[in-house]
């Protein structure tokens, strides 16, 4: 479990890294699973790591960025946008749905559980909890099957 954690903790960087390097995001990709899982951040590395969803993640978030915000902007408040957010949380939010959407092995109360995690490992109560709010509303949305009484 904790090697699929550490994935999406890693794809969410390195979609921030994508997002502020000029490189290609196969390039990113590459240089997280051959250098930045070992790096010492705080006291802290990724170490091991599910590569095969760490990839997918990345990429396919990346792929889908454009289809991804547009789900997220079903369920944000009114007066804001999908640019509006702070960068961090918006591949959180953006990874997520993903996973939501187009990645159905993880159950969708666990994936809401990681990523509101992920958001309170970099946030305050504010956005972790926007986060929530947020990811509950998709995951109803995206696997209403998952929520219906039994």
Known sequence: MRR???????????LYQADINTAA???VALEFLQHRLT???DGLTLGDIDQELFLK???G???KRAELDDMLMAVIAEDWTVERLDSMLRHILRAATWE???HPQAPAKVLVAEYVGLAHDFFAAREAGMA???LNRLARDLRPEE???T
């Open 132 to 134: 929530n709010g947020m």
């Open 25 to 27: 995001p196969d390039k």
């Open 4 to 14: 699929r954690r550490a994935a999406r903790l890693a794809a969410v960087q390195a």
């Open 57 to 59: 993640v990345f990429r």
């Open 100 to 102: 939501l959407g187009y």
């Open 61 to 63: 978030t990346h792929e």
């Open 147 to 149: 929520f219906s009484p």
């Open 39 to 41: 790096e010492d951040l």
